[in-house]
């Protein structure tokens, strides 16, 4: 029973147009949700966070959109750039639970020059 | 700062094996957890070590794991007996209690083990 889903396995975009990755997530507890970015044999590296009471964060070229409504989020990156190309992985925090984050399956970006 | 450390980054064992890995958190953080991602699917939390007690083992998929963190700095992941479904990449994450923003982990390069 997964928790947190991303549905597109993959994703490709022209370099210089937006990315837009998408995450569901079904457990009303999560109030901290965090996106991360794993490149080929390398563990997944911290991207940008939003805390529940936010519907928005902006950090450069990155932004995440959180619908609580809808427990749904995204990341947009504008504008895309072939180093963007990884796994991006979306993740749920549980306050209860201390730091423990719940992951999605992750989304294969690959941005073409 | 050294970043997390994780030994062997790739282990190839027959089924019934023993493999221990290792992680070196970043000094300081106090938290530290086990994740496995198997055959590119999400990443799985396993457990949490608060210093040396385990906050949270129930991840943990079965009691041929045994994961220890003896004096609260590094930890270890055995697996004893290995089998198929054990294959995958075992990543271990730290944080500080208290000063990073809730959530945020710092991850190592992950140990990928091979079961044949």
């Known amino acids: 029973d997964q928790q947190v889903k991303q549905n597109s396995p993959s994703l490709s975009v022209q370099e210089g147009r937006i990315s837009i990755l998408n995450c569901d997530y079904t457990n009303s507890m999560f109030d901290y949700f965090l996106w991360y970015k794993k490149y080929p044999a390398e563990g997944p590296t911290f991207l940008i966070s939003?805390?529940?009471?936010?519907d928005k964060n902006e950090d450069g070229r990155f932004t995440v959109f959180l619908n609580k409504s809808a427990k749904h989020l995204s990341l947009h990156i504008v504008p895309s750039q072939p180093g963007d190309s990884a796994v991006y992985f979306c993740a749920a925090s549980d306050g209860n639970a201390g730091n423990m984050l719940t992951f999605g399956g992750g989304t294969r970006l690959m941005v073409k020059p | 700062e050294a970043g997390v450390t994780q030994f062997p980054s790739h282990s190839v064992i027959e089924k019934g094996q023993t493999v221990t890995l290792r992680c070196d958190p970043i000094s300081g953080h106090d938290n530290l957890y086990w994740y496995r991602r198997v055959m590119g699917k999400e990443i799985k939390f396993l457990l949490h070590f608060v210093k040396e007690s385990k906050q949270d083992e129930s991840g943990m998929p079965n009691n041929r794991f045994l994961a220890e963190r003896t004096g609260g700095t590094y930890s270890t992941l055995k697996v004893q007996p290995a089998e198929l479904e054990d294959s995958g990449v075992y990543f271990c994450?730290?944080?500080?209690?208290?000063?990073?923003?809730?959530?945020?982990?710092?991850f190592g390069e992950g140990s990928r083990l091979t079961v044949l």
């Open positions: 994450a730290s944080s500080q209690a208290g000063l990073a923003p809730a959530g945020e982990l710092f």
């Open positions: 939003i805390s529940s009471i936010k």
